[in-house]
């Protein structure tokens, strides 16, 4: 399935307080909508992933996986700010001609919900069946769940917070600094940067692992090494690998927006009173191992809001789990829409 475009082009307000002018929108949609359309399927996407997630999420998106497209209509969106086709750093200024690069203006989570809504709306989707987040696509989802309360039947709240912590943040500030220790960050064009992110990935994939995950797959099988060890080559080979398919200029501006995540902001001084108002049926997921958004973060969400189930589930590979636990994800998922 080929990816679409949403192309607005009406002016679109950030939070920030700039303008972009128009946006795009990218997506895919997998499966068909039913007659009563009451088979949507939202998914949110994590970071640095897509709008395709049978690429990103193959152990359950596609046909004979968790989410069929010949039972679900499934949509994911590309998030505001990234290189996948919706408008970011590398669009095309429509006064300027020429792309944003840096001068592409901060985003927040909470614009990323407006332009879904403007999809959504597109779509002709009143209703929404299920819709899932993880992550970043977590922080996505809670924030639509409170701006549009009467949408969403089901959800799943996966490895995400209420708002970005200190300790996610460092970490994005050290992945910020390594991107700017590049000194071809600044240029205009669309390599700049480029060795620095991947330094930058090296960093975050550290958050996203643990030591267990780490002592599981790249321990060595010899005592006699001076240099070259598993862990080296695999944290060069990841920040290679996400250099081939990612932009610098769009890393450092999602980093922005998973920091300045906070439901509170412009609404209330404490979490209850803005989440005892979710209606959604809501599924809050966390994984015991996750080190870069803890079980605690998950606990504080499912406190609040009232029609919630709380699953904590095990896993050895840390954050990463929600991307690699397929069986156990769909064993909790069965049990929470009734199919078990």
């Known amino acids: 399935m080929s990816v ?32 009563d359309k009451s088979n949507v399927v939202w998914i949110c996407h994590a970071f640095s992933a897509n709008s395709d997630p049978s690429d990103w999420w193959p152990g359950m998106v596609g046909e004979g996986k968790y989410f069929d497209p010949k039972k679900y209509f499934i949509v994911c969106a590309n998030m505001l700010g990234s290189c996948y086709g919706t408008t970011g750093p590398l669009s095309i200024h429509p006064d300027s001609k020429e792309p944003y690069y840096g001068e592409f203006p901060i985003v927040t989570v909470r614009d990323m919900v ?50 970005h912590s200190p300790w996610g943040i460092a970490f994005n500030e050290s992945q910020r600094m390594a991107i700017e220790a590049d000194h071809t960050f600044g240029e205009k064009n669309q390599y700049a940067g480029a060795k ?12 996203y692992r643990n030591y267990q995950a780490y002592n599981q797959t790249q321990k060595e099988d010899t005592n006699e090494l001076l ?48 989440l005892s108002q979710i ?8 994984i015991d191992s996750d080190y870069l958004f803890p079980i605690q973060e998950q606990e504080l969400l499912a406190k609040y809001i009232p029609n919630h189930q ?14 690699i636990e397929f069986e156990k994800i769909s064993i909790v998922l069965n049990h929470f829409l009734g199919f078990a």
């Open 114 to 163: 407006r332009s879904l809504i403007i999809l959504r709306k597109y779509l002709g989707i009143e209703k929404i069946w299920f819709s899932l987040g993880f992550s970043m696509g977590g922080q996505q989802l809670l924030e639509w769940l409170i701006m549009e309360p009467d949408l969403i039947e089901n959800a799943l709240l996966g490895a995400t917070n209420i708002q």
């Open 227 to 274: 240099s070259h060890f598993k862990a080296c080559s695999y944290q060069r080979y990841q920040g290679e690998k996400l250099i081939k398919r990612f932009n610098a200029y769009s890393y450092y501006r999602l980093s922005q927006a998973m920091d300045n995540h906070n439901i509170m902001r412009g609404r209330a001084s404490n979490p209850e009173e803005i």
């Open 4 to 35: 679409k475009t949403l192309s607005y082009p009406t002016p679109f307000p950030l939070d920030c307080g700039e303008v972009l002018p128009s946006i795009d929108i990218a997506y895919h949609t997998f499966g068909q909508l039913n007659e």
């Open 310 to 323: 709380f699953v904590r589930i095990n896993s050895n590979y840390g954050h990463d789990g929600f991307l």
């Open 196 to 207: 620095g992110m991947g330094v930058a990935r090296s960093i975050g994939l550290i958050s």
């Open 279 to 286: 209606k959604t049926r809501t599924l809050v997921l966390g």
